[in-house]
């Protein structure tokens, strides 16, 4: 049977599991991807990883998520992770919008309103758990505008974002004319002060600002805010004013230059493809796919081409499916919840391979 897993590292990655294989406490870096309901398929990943796996060790471990992968790193802090990514998996595979006679979609408005009732109900009462945590320490990624995109309009943000993607052509780092990162970090209860970030914030404009009880939830909704499908968030306590996007604008794979420590240097990222695209904008521009010495200690551990195309619909779920099955929420609660049960055995085969590395099976990234 053929393998649906495969894995790819960086040469420093490499020379490390050549040496130990992966352990636990090797693991001092998880990002975690933008790309709405692909990031359905890596849930029995993270039921492996934070129910199972990593609590085998005690290091520290910096969780960096953009849009749905801020999203499931905030669960993975949560007390009883596992079942605490599965009611995400299910909330996630079962969200529908009911609309009024005549209307095709929900409109931003309406997306958001919604999206924000489900963020209450989920950490309602449990946000301490997640700032609380004193081993995993979480960084929400959101993409702030500049100028035109400084506020939200009926024009001015479609020019804004077509502004973005004209200075993106000619730079990745021009883009940061438009939009900057902001980073919402956790403050571990034992330091009392803001997580340094993980990574260099030399490749772009970026900023850095304490996560706590009063921002959170604006934070991780601005991470998870679409343009155009979902309104952005406006005054974030303790942030810059502005208008707060979605992180994976900036960041859509998290391609960053990582500093792991010394006693714990893999960057362990679960994803959906090989390639860690920079920015949403970046998409078309193949060159910018490549792998870089940025991601020297990275592992990436994602499903191979072939079994996606033996899922519904021969690819991933995607966020063009709320168009494709339209009200018909029984057809794509069908289509995911097919591909996530078929994504288990991705967790099973990365299960059996660190108790076995079988170092054949990795490839260049």
């Known amino acids: 049977m053929p393998f649906a897993l495969r894995l790819y590292a960086g040469p420093r990655a490499r020379q490390h599991l050549e040496q130990h294989g992966l352990r636990p406490q090797d693991v001092g870096i998880i990002p975690a991807a933008a790309g709405g309901p692909k990031g359905l398929i890596l849930g029995p990943l993270d039921r492996f990883l934070f129910a199972q796996w990593l609590p085998r060790s005690q290091q520290p471990v910096h969780l960096v998520g953009a849009s749905i992968g801020a999203w499931r790193m905030a669960t993975a802090c949560l007390n009883e992770p596992l079942a605490a990514l599965q009611r995400l998996e299910t909330d996630y ?15 931003a408005m309406q997306v958001s309103e919604r999206f924000a009732d489900n963020l209450k109900l989920f950490y309602g009462g449990r946000v301490g758990e997640v700032l609380g945590q004193s081993r995993f320490h979480l960084h929400i990624v959101t993409s702030r505008g500049r ?3 400084r506020r939200d309009g009926l024009l001015r943000t479609p020019l804004g974002y077509l502004t973005a ?4 052509a000619v730079s990745r780092k021009a883009l940061g004319s438009s939009l900057e990162r902001v980073v919402f970090s956790s403050v571990p209860p034992a330091s009392g002060a803001v997580s340094p970030l993980p990574f260099s914030t030399q490749d772009f404009r970026t900023r850095q600002v304490a996560m706590a009880e009063n921002n959170f939830m604006d934070a991780l909704q601005a991470s998870c805010s679409i343009p155009f499908v979902l309104r952005p968030v406006h005054g974030i306590a303790g942030a810059p ?7 994976g604008i900036t960041d859509y794979h998290l391609h960053l230059r990582y500093q792991p420590p010394a006693s714990a240097p893999i960057v362990l990222y679960p994803h959906f493809q090989k390639a860690v695209v920079p920015g949403w904008l970046d998409k078309g ?3 910018r796919h490549l792998a870089s010495p940025a991601l020297d200690n990275m592992l990436v551990i994602a499903p191979d081409p072939a079994w996606v195309a033996s899922l519904p619909n021969a690819r991933l779920p995607d966020r063009s499916d709320f168009t494709r099955y339209g009200q018909d929420l029984p057809a794509r609660v069908k289509a995911w919840g097919a591909a996530v049960s078929a994504s288990q ?3 099973d085969e990365f299960a059996q391979w ?12």
């Open 345 to 347: 055995q991705l967790a």
């Open 285 to 287: 521009w193949k060159g």
């Open 241 to 247: 004013p502005g208008t707060y996007w979605d992180g």
């Open 147 to 149: 100028h035109l995109l």
């Open 354 to 365: 660190v108790e076995r590395p079988d170092l054949s099976r990795i490839e260049p990234l």
């Open 165 to 168: 993607y004209a200075v993106n």
């Open 93 to 107: 595979i079962h969200q529908h919008y009911e609309l009024p006679p005549g209307q095709k979609r929900p409109t």
